[in-house]
């Protein structure tokens, strides 16, 4: 392919997924055109965003337009997770170590967000074409142009991009022309919600909080959004279809808040003030979500669980991803592999992160015996829903030689609860978000204690390699090549990118090994991005290294599960 | 050897602008005495926060020979946490080492 670029690149959809990558691909000067089946603003579930979101948001330059919205600022997530449990909230407060750290995200009404970020892309360049529905995306080999067949009222046509995104949504043209999308066996819900007007507003730090509370079939979700709306949700497995249809969808609906002491307190004295919807949402990923000239971005490409938020955050972290990727295979096409290979893993990473993180997170934290509960249920190693998921492989490996495993996925997110639980059982508007600094920081220390405590630190893998791969950079958006330290198969700790240096001092951990106050003494004398124990953290975790106290006895790391996208404090876990 | 309170205070404002310097990719905030450490607005992550503290421990020792635990059940157990910001975790230190002589340290932070 030449640099001459007469061929836009053609986005299908213009969700936030799609929006996104419009305005990635028009800030690095590209062509992009964006054909959207609806017209905006049209209705969406899907409302309470991450801060992760935002910080995309913020160095694509929109926040601007997102604030004067006037949204209800998110600052964190309360759960009320199995009976008879104390409230826990997720804070998202960080310090501001950029000026795209958010420390909240917005719960947003998905018609009007949706429409800001499209009509920003438009304004930015991209031509945008609304009721313009995707039929086919077809691709021609040997690096051809790929060709989006659309549909507008009784119009047809086709298009030629040099590249395609896929954000159709759950839709997903490109995975289900190809055969490729997976569905989950582990997550298989069904959601049943509506709106309220009214209720209880909470003050002071649960203010503008979404809350997450249990009951014996599920869990509810309950959103305040803005003109004193909530959106109340129940999610439910999808084996009470049955039930729902004998009683009808209003009353299910109504028997699901009743169960749920916390949804009746916040909505006496509100009003329903729309029809009840449902849904089944299957997870489900794609078999390969990028592939020739073609990148699967947000809901196109995998789905699930809407537990903690991470929706419309996977959607526009891919969509920058993809924009990134293509935008160098503009400029650098003999990369095709590696951008590929790229894309593939970073996003499978960010996905399966939050697969690991709800399978976990629902299967430790309910006490409750229902069809629902019990299905999620992690059944031990041999679980054979999770037979193609990666993380799930590892642990069970780490199970059969004799380590962590399964368990020790438990006990991590068991200390994830533990670190935001609140000190008090009810949830009241006196909360102060200061306990939960003590608990981290508690944590914290006991977490340094422990490295401190490691008189000799040894590299676990046979070999210690340096493996080529890439990041985006924050502001530019283009795709930059970096180092990262691996085994001997390639698996590698992304988090940091080190250099060659580094790799020579972790080799020589084999043959000899250093005190953790040796090691961190002499990270921090490389320098480089990230200190000496979040290094030192991520290897340990990764099981690239291991420490051993003065008696040589083990020293082991109270981990706790990883979130992703809600800043740095997430750090600590 | 003692060390004055003051001295201290800007020894640890050092520390922490060290820190701040280091977590920040852009922009890092400016380090003063009361620089909320703790809560929605602090500055450091929590386990930034701990290698300070830790870190404050070190000096203290081996610069001042003053022997001081400051992670501690009794700083956590406080209603009033030390590590609010630096100046409240100086005059912790301040409480800790004690008087001159009284065997709670080999030195101490004087007023």
């Not at chain 1, 992009?32 to 801060?51: I, N, Q």
């Not at chain 1, 997903?172 to 569905?183: D, H, Q, V």
């Not at chain 1, 002071?204 to 003109?227: M, Q, V, Y």
């Not at chain 1, 109504?254 to 916390?262: A, D, K, S």
């Amino acid at each position: 392919m030449t640099d001459s670029r007469r061929r836009p690149v053609i986005i299908a959809g213009g969700g936030p997924a799609g929006s996104v990558a419009a305005l990635c691909l028009t800030r690095l000067g590209h062509d992009v055109v964006v054909l959207e089946k609806e017209k905006f603003p049209r209705y969406r579930l899907g409302e309470s965003l991450l801060p992760g979101t935002l910080s995309i948001l913020a160095r694509l330059g929109v926040m601007d337009r997102i604030e004067a919205a006037n949204f209800v600022r998110k600052r964190a997530a309360t759960f009320l997770w199995g009976p008879d449990q104390e409230p826990w909230t997720f804070t998202f407060s960080t310090p501001r170590t950029a000026p795209w750290v958010y420390d909240h995200a917005y719960q947003v009404t998905r018609a009007e967000f949706d429409k800001i970020l499209l009509d920003a892309a438009r304004e930015r360049g991209a031509e945008v074409r609304e009721e313009h529905e995707v039929t086919d995306v077809r691709m021609e080999g040997n690096g051809g142009p790929v060709t989006v067949s659309w549909r507008n009222g009784d119009l047809d046509g086709s298009l030629r991009g040099d590249f395609v995104i896929d954000a159709s949504g759950s839709r997903g043209i490109i995975a289900r022309k190809m055969n490729m999308r997976r569905f989950d066996g582990y997550f298989r819900n069904m959601a049943v919600w509506s709106y309220y007007r009214g209720g209880r507003r909470f003050r002071g730090d649960l203010e503008g909080n979404i809350f997450s509370a249990t009951f014996r079939e599920g869990w509810i979700w309950i959103i305040p959004l803005k003109d004193d709306v909530y959106s109340v949700g129940a999610v439910v497995d999808q084996s009470a279809s049955a039930r729902m249809r004998a009683i009808g969808i209003e009353t299910f609906y109504q028997e699901c808040l009743e169960r749920c002491p916390l949804a009746m307190e916040i909505l006496s004295g509100a009003t329903r003030s729309e029809k009840v919807r449902v849904i089944r949402e299957w997870a489900y990923d794609a078999s390969s979500v990028s592939l020739g000239r073609a990148f699967l971005c947000g809901d196109s490409a995998c789905f699930i669980d809407p537990l903690f938020s991470q929706g419309v955050h996977l959607a526009t972290y891919s969509a920058m991803l993809a924009a990134a990727g293509i935008d160098h295979l503009y400029r650098t096409p003999q990369d095709h592999d590696a951008v590929h290979g790229w894309y593939e893993k970073s996003y499978r990473e960010a996905y399966n992160r939050y697969h690991e993180f709800l399978a976990a997170f629902y299967s430790v934290n309910s006490g409750l015996d229902s069809t629902f509960w019990r299905n999620r249920k992690i059944e031990g190693a041999e679980d054979r829903r999770f037979a193609d998921k990666e993380w799930f492989s590892a642990l069970a490996g780490q199970q059969e030689a004799g380590a962590g495993g399964i368990g020790e996925l438990e006990a991590r997110a068991a200390t994830l609860s533990e670190l935001w639980q609140h000190s008090r059982n009810e949830v009241t508007d006196q909360f102060d978000e200061t306990e939960l600094s003590l608990r981290r920081l508690r944590w914290a220390s006991e977490l340094m204690r422990d490295f401190r405590r490691m008189a000799r630190i040894t590299w676990v893998p046979r070999e210690a390699r340096l493996v080529s791969s890439f990041k985006v950079h924050p502001t530019s958006f283009r795709l930059e090549r970096q180092h990262f330290i691996a085994d001997e198969h390639g698996r590698a700790m992304t988090s940091y990118p080190l250099t060659e240096a580094h790799r020579r001092l972790f080799d020589s951990l084999k043959t000899h090994p250093l005190s953790y106050r040796e090691l961190a003494g002499k990270l921090k004398d490389l320098k480089g991005p990230g200190t000496p124990v979040q290094i030192i953290g991520r290897l340990t975790e990764n099981g690239f290294l291991e420490g051993f106290d003065r008696h040589g006895d083990p020293v082991r790391i109270r981990a706790a599960l990883r979130f992703g996208g809600v800043g740095a404090e997430d750090d600590i876990s | 050897m003692g060390m004055q309170r003051q001295e201290l205070i800007e020894r640890l404002t050092g520390l922490l602008a060290e820190a701040i310097e280091e977590e920040s990719s852009h922009d890092a905030r400016p380090a003063s005495p009361d620089s909320p450490l703790l809560g929605s607005n602090a500055v450091l992550t929590s386990l930034r926060l701990v290698t300070l503290i830790t870190d404050c421990e070190s000096i203290l020792e081996e610069e001042y020979q003053i022997h001081v635990t400051l992670v501690s059940e009794d700083a956590f157990s406080r209603r009033q946490s030390p590590f609010r910001t630096i100046e409240v975790l100086a005059d912790y230190i301040v409480e800790l080492s004690g008087p001159p002589g009284d065997g709670a340290a080999h030195s101490a932070v004087s007023e």
